[in-house]
C-alpha cells in the first residue's frame, strides 16, 4: 500500500447545523464542526452539475438507483491512483468513490457502507441491481475478514457479471458489506465452490440518519466567511509585501485555470498597474482562449500575448509523443514564448504573482513562494495562494462571481494543454465527446505513430503512450490483455536526431535536455556493444537503457526518445550529444576497429565484427572522438 501523501494540512470540517463543508473546526453559524476522513493531500473541491450526474450515471448503470437523489452540497476529493479517482462527501461523509479504470476503460463507482444504506436500506431489493444476501451463518465470518463463498450465498441479483461492484446484504436484507464480484449471480445461485464476493468493507448493520438537503454554494460560501477572510487578507498582505519590494513592474501569468483567475482578483484588489501575460500554447482548449480574452476585457488590462502556433505538430515527428518523463513540449511551446513575451515588453524584468499551491504536487509543496525563475532569467515569480486548497479558490470565484473557464464544468478537473500527458486517461476519453474533432487528430497521430513503432491500436487506447516507462500497474495491465509497449523495429538507416533543454518547470529543479530519434533504438545491440559505457555507468531496464557520469543522468528509450539532466544547459546539452553518439557507434558499427587501437586502458574489443566496450572502460569518451561513424554519420 502506497504511503499517504500530506502536502499540507486536511482542511475539511462540516457543520451539522448547517450541513455544509467549513474549512475549519467552527462554523460561520458559531457551531463546532467535525472533522471529515478524506485521503490526502485533501485538494477538495466542488461538486459541479456534471460531476453528480455522473456519480448518479453510474449508481443507476450497477445499483439501478441514483445515489444522489436530491438536492445536497457534494465535495470531491481527488485521490492518488493510476488515473482519476474522487472520493464523494455528502452531508459530512464520504459516501463513495468514483474512479476511471484502465483495465476497463470505464469509470466505476466504488459504494462506502454508508453511500450502500443509502441505496438499500428500506428499498425494495427487487428494483436494484448487483446485490447478493447471505445466509445468517456466513455473517460473522464476512464481519471477520473472510471473502463471501459461494455456499454462503442466500441470494443474488442474477444479472451480477463477473469483476461488478456489489453490496453484500445480511440474510434480512440490511447492508453488511460491499466489494467486488468473483462470479456471475448465475454461478452464485448455484452454491458450488469458489470466492463468490471480495468482500473490501464489512460493518455490523446500523440504521442511517440522512440530514434535510437543499443547501447551496451560496449557503457555504456563507458558512466560511470568517476563513476564507483571513486567508485572502493574508495573500492581500503577501501580494503589497512583494509589490513594494521587487522594483519590477508587476504582471500575472493568466492561464484561463481557476488559481490563475483567483490570483488575478487578488492582485486586482491590491495592486493599479499591472499587466496580464499569457502563453498561448497552440494546443489550448478554444474555451481557454475565449476565457482568456473575457477576463483580459473584464479588468480591463494589457494582455501580452504570444502564441506557439503549429510548434506542437511541427516539432511531434521529431520527438515522438510527449510523456511524462520526456515533456519536450512544455520547452518548445511555453517556456520559450513565455521568455520572449518578457524580453520584449519589459527591459528590466517584470514580477509575475501565479497561480502555484502546494496541493498539487510534491514540488510545488516544496517550492519558496517568491523565487527567481531559472528558466526566464529577468523574471521574478510569486504564489500568492501557494497554501489554499482548490475548494478556498471555488469559494472565492463563487463570492466574487468571476468568470471562470466553463471547462470545469464539462467535467475537466484541471485546465492546460488538452493533450497533456499528464492528463488522465478519464479526461482524454472525455474530450472525445467534448472536443471530437481535436480527439481524432491526436489519435490518428498516435495510432500512426504506433504503427511506425510496432505497437498496437490498444496501446493507443489504453493511454499507454503517456509513457515511455510504464508504472509497474500499468505494465501489469498491459502484460494481462497482452499488450506490448516497447517499440519494436530497426531504426539503422535513418538516425535523424532533435535536442531541446531547459529548466524543468515539472520537476522540481534542474536542468533537462530531451532528444528524439525519428524511430526506434534497439537497446539490445546498444546493451550488447556495450557503447553508453563510454559515457558514464550504464544500466539496462525492460525498454530503458540508463547511463549516469557523476552528478548527470540520462536515459535511453526503446521508442527513440532520450532524456539528460544536469546542474546546467551546456553540462546536459554535452551530455546528450555523448548519448546520442553512443547510440549511433552502436547501431552502424561497420567494424572498423579504429576504436580498438585507441583505448590506452584495452576495454575495447572486436567481437563478430563488432566492438564491443567491456567493464574495464572509464568512461574517458576518447573512443567516440576517433569513431569514423561520428565523424562521418551524426
Not at 438536492?71 to 455528502?90: A, C, G, L, T
Not at 469483476?163 to 445461485?189: A, C
Not at 515522438?320 to 512544455?330: A, I, M, N, Q
Request: charged share 25%; glycine share 8%; proline share 4%.
Amino acid at each position: 500500500m502506497s504511503k499517504a501523501l500530506y502536502l499540507g494540512e486536511l482542511l475539511l470540517y462540516w457543520c451539522p447545523s448547517c450541513n455544509v463543508p467549513v474549512l475549519g473546526k467552527e462554523c460561520s453559524c458559531g457551531t463546532a464542526t467535525g472533522q471529515v476522513t478524506i485521503t490526502p493531500p485533501g485538494d477538495i473541491r466542488p461538486a459541479f452539475p456534471y460531476d453528480v450526474d455522473l456519480v448518479n450515471k453510474l449508481s443507476i448503470e450497477q445499483f439501478n438507483a441514483p445515489l444522489i437523489a436530491d438536492e445536497r452540497v457534494v465535495v470531491m476529493n481527488k485521490s492518488p491512483y493510476d488515473d482519476r479517482m474522487d472520493e464523494i462527501i455528502v452531508d459530512g461523509e464520504v459516501i463513495g468513490t468514483i474512479r476511471f479504470e484502465l483495465e476497463q476503460l470505464k469509470w466505476v463507482l466504488l459504494l462506502r457502507l454508508n453511500g450502500a444504506r443509502r441505496i438499500f436500506d428500506n428499498a425494495d431489493h427487487n428494483t436494484l441491481k448487483s446485490w447478493v444476501s447471505v445466509d445468517e451463518g456466513a455473517e460473522k465470518f464476512i464481519l471477520g475478514g473472510a471473502s463471501l463463498l459461494a455456499p454462503g450465498v442466500k441470494d443474488a441479483d442474477p444479472s451480477i457479471r463477473e469483476l461488478n461492484e456489489v453490496v453484500v446484504l445480511t440474510h434480512d436484507g440490511k447492508v453488511l458489506g460491499t466489494g467486488r464480484s468473483r462470479m456471475t449471480g448465475e454461478k452464485m445461485l448455484e452454491r458450488g465452490k469458489g470466492v463468490a464476493v471480495k468482500v473490501r468493507s464489512k460493518e455490523e448493520p446500523k440504521a442511517i440518519v440522512i440530514p434535510s438537503g437543499g443547501q447551496t454554494w451560496n449557503d457555504v460560501v456563507k458558512a466560511n466567511e470568517t476563513y476564507m477572510n483571513d486567508f485572502v487578507e493574508r495573500s492581500h498582505k503577501f501580494i503589497k509585501n512583494v509589490s513594494s519590494s521587487v522594483d519590477r513592474p508587476a504582471t500575472v501569468s493568466y492561464s484561463g485555470g481557476k488559481d490563475s483567475l483567483a490570483v488575478l482578483h487578488l492582485v486586482s484588489e491590491c495592486l493599479d498597474d499591472y499587466d496580464l501575460i499569457f502563453a498561448d500554447t497552440g494546443i489550448e482548449f478554444p474555451e481557454t482562449l475565449k476565457n482568456v480574452h473575457d477576463v483580459t476585457q473584464y479588468y480591463g488590462k494589457t494582455l501580452n500575448i504570444i502564441s506557439s502556433g503549429d510548434a506542437f505538430w511541427d516539432s511531434v515527428d521529431s520527438f515522438g509523443p510527449p510523456s511524462v518523463e520526456v515533456r519536450w513540449c512544455c520547452k518548445v511551446c511555453k517556456l520559450g514564448p513565455i521568455t520572449q513575451i518578457i524580453n520584449e515588453n519589459y527591459e528590466d524584468g517584470c514580477l509575475t504573482f501565479i497561480g502555484q499551491r502546494k496541493y498539487e504536487s510534491s514540488a510545488r509543496a516544496k517550492s519558496e513562494r517568491v523565487w527567481k525563475n531559472p528558466w526566464v532569467g529577468n523574471q521574478v515569480a510569486a504564489a500568492p495562494i501557494q497554501n489554499w486548497t482548490a475548494m478556498h479558490v471555488w469559494l472565492y470565484i463563487f463570492k466574487n462571481e468571476l468568470l471562470f473557464n466553463p471547462m470545469y464544468e464539462n467535467g475537466f478537473d484541471r485546465i492546460g494543454c488538452w493533450l497533456c500527458p499528464s492528463c488522465s486517461l478519464a479526461d482524454l476519453v472525455r474530450l472525445k465527446e467534448t472536443h471530437p474533432e481535436m480527439e481524432k487528430k491526436l489519435n490518428d497521430y498516435l495510432l500512426s505513430y504506433a504503427q511506425r513503432m510496432g505497437l498496437s491500436e490498444d496501446w493507443v487506447k489504453h493511454g499507454f503512450w503517456r509513457w515511455k516507462e510504464l508504472p509497474p500497474q500499468l505494465k501489469e495491465i498491459a502484460k494481462k490483455k497482452g499488450i506490448e509497449f516497447i517499440p519494436k523495429g530497426s531504426n539503422e538507416n535513418s538516425l535523424n536526431f532533435v535536442i531541446t533543454s531547459g529548466y524543468r518547470p515539472c520537476k522540481q529543479g534542474g536542468i533537462s535536455a530531451e532528444g528524439g530519434f525519428d524511430g526506434p533504438v534497439d537497446l539490445g545491440r546498444l546493451e550488447h556493444t556495450g557503447m553508453l559505457e563510454a559515457v558514464g555507468k550504464a544500466s539496462y531496464m525492460e525498454g530503458v537503457a540508463m547511463v549516469s557520469l557523476e552528478e548527470d543522468r540520462a536515459q535511453i528509450f526503446a521508442s527513440g526518445s532520450v532524456t539528460a539532466r544536469s546542474d546546467s544547459d551546456k553540462d546536459a546539452r554535452k551530455l546528450m550529444k555523448k548519448v546520442e553518439l553512443s547510440v549511433r557507434r552502436a547501431l552502424l558499427c561497420s567494424g572498423c576497429g579504429v576504436c580498438v587501437g585507441n583505448c590506452s586502458h584495452r576495454s575495447i574489443k572486436m567481437k563478430k565484427g563488432l566492438a564491443i566496450i567491456n567493464e574495464g572502460c572509464v568512461h574517458c569518451g576518447k573512443c567516440i572522438d576517433v569513431c569514423p561513424v561520428v565523424k562521418f554519420n551524426s
